[in-house]
């Protein structure tokens, strides 16, 4: 979380972390602050914080006597190294909330929540260790595994279920899971790397970056110096070159060890990203994803091109969209039906087809609109070409543009006439202290 990622960006130099208690090598430090919900004995003085995230699921033969079952529940999560201070939640289902069982438990654990489940919220939770007899009862096939995995959030069980009976015909069974959002396992970040410019990433994409494991970025698009924010000894691999089964495959290899995935991709991850698929991915995997945007290449041709793409009165839309080329188009967004809006149009990855664009744009603006042919715009090569729609496949051919051109067509571009109507005389009043 949050927290977590800013304590590790700000150690001190005598402060070293480890995830595991086994790595530590303890006659090297004075002092370890444990942060876990698990019991260890150390050689040296350990402070211990357990955090609360562990949630125990209770199914339990009706009108259970519950004598006794408090303690042995903390001592079978003493002999498998699981503290009770770390107890979140005491869970069952809806058929057994007057439980006597369910209060007594409470009452010795008064600082957890308790969640109470229709047996429909329930029905779809895969458990370990189904059982045919509890489904006839209940209606799932397994109360303690199920509750438990239902309070955390989809994490992983730390106890499956364990049967207990301390005085004949009083069986219950317990089963304890571990929050999801504290598990530390493998991540995938996607991250928007912006137009170019190593400047234009995001703070939290470079953050991002600097934290990765593995940067697997799109080497065609992706200036290699985004790459430079990658700390010593992270894995860097371009994409180019890679189907979509070597990148899941080299992806997943690093999240099954734990390990942290920068997928970074240019401009904003939303236009034209190709990201749709490997998220299909992801969730056919249960793998934990974000996405940091990124800066998008049409609004660094703006800055490049000195215009405000919405001039009041006169345009208001921005179109984003490409010519028809080997992808096929919706019939209803063809761009010379898209152009008769006379919107400010920003055109991907049509540099190649240039003479189909001119010709559909032309059915519908006219031949003077101002055009701007953007080429590796805030890169190190950027070059910008302007002129009139008329002329458009002629500048895009005559300087070879081809690759990460973006094509700019409408009025906005260059206009600088008329009053914003921010400025105007009744609108004085947002600007009044």
Request: hydrophobic share 40%.
């Amino acid at each position: 979380d949050k927290g977590t990622e800013y304590l590790e960006r700000t150690l001190p130099a005598h402060v070293k972390v480890f995830y595991h208690f086994e790595d530590m090598p303890q006659s090297e430090f004075k002092l370890i602050i444990a942060v876990t919900p698990y019991i260890y004995s150390a050689e040296i003085p350990m402070l211990c914080f357990h955090p609360a995230v562990l949630h125990l699921g209770i199914g339990c033969r009706k009108q259970c006597d519950p004598s006794g079952i408090a303690d042995y529940i903390e001592a079978v999560m003493h002999r498998h190294g699981l503290c009770p201070f770390s107890l979140a939640s005491l869970n069952t289902i809806e058929l057994k909330k007057d439980e006597p069982l369910l209060e007594i438990l409470h009452r010795r654990w008064a600082d957890t929540e308790t969640h109470i489940y229709p047996a429909e919220e329930l029905k779809d939770i895969t458990v370990p260790h189904p059982s045919e007899k509890a489904f006839e009862v209940t209606g799932v096939y397994g109360v303690a595994e199920s509750t438990a995995l239902k309070s955390s959030g989809e994490g992983t069980l730390v106890l499956e279920k364990q049967k207990g009976m301390l005085t004949e015909g009083n069986h219950f069974t317990f089963a304890i899971a571990v929050s999801a959002t504290a598990m530390r396992g493998g991540h995938i970040e996607i991250v928007g790397a912006g137009p170019g410019d190593p400047e234009l990433i995001s703070v939290r994409g470079k953050r991002m970056l600097e934290k990765a494991d593995l940067v697997l970025y799109a080497g065609s698009l992706v200036p290699r110096e985004l790459t430079f924010y990658a700390k010593e000894g992270a894995t860097v691999r371009s994409s180019a070159g890679m189907d979509l089964e070597e990148q899941f495959a080299l992806m997943k290899e690093f999240y099954d060890k734990g390990l942290f995935i920068v997928r970074l991709h240019t401009g904003d991850p939303c236009i034209y990203g190709a990201i749709q698929e490997q998220m299909a991915f992801f969730d056919r995997y249960k793998m934990s994803y974000h996405i940091t945007p990124g800066i998008s290449s049409f609004q660094a041709a703006a800055a490049a091109l000195r215009s405000q793409f919405t001039i009041p009165e006169k345009v208001q839309s921005i179109i984003l969209t490409r010519g028809e080329g080997r992808t096929p188009m919706p019939e209803k967004e063809q761009l010379h039906k898209l152009a008769q809006s006379q919107s400010t149009m920003c055109i991907y990855l049509s540099a190649s087809i240039v003479e189909q664009v001119q010709e559909e744009l032309m059915q519908a603006y006219p031949p003077e609109t101002p055009v701007a042919a953007c080429y590796k715009l805030t890169w190190k090569e950027e070059k910008i070409y302007r002129g009139e729609l008329k002329d458009l496949a002629k500048i895009v051919r005559d300087n070879n543009l081809t690759l990460t051109t973006l094509l700019v067509v409408g009025e906005a571009i260059d206009n600088r006439k008329g009053l914003s109507r921010l400025y105007a005389h009744e609108f004085k009043h947002l600007f009044r202290k």
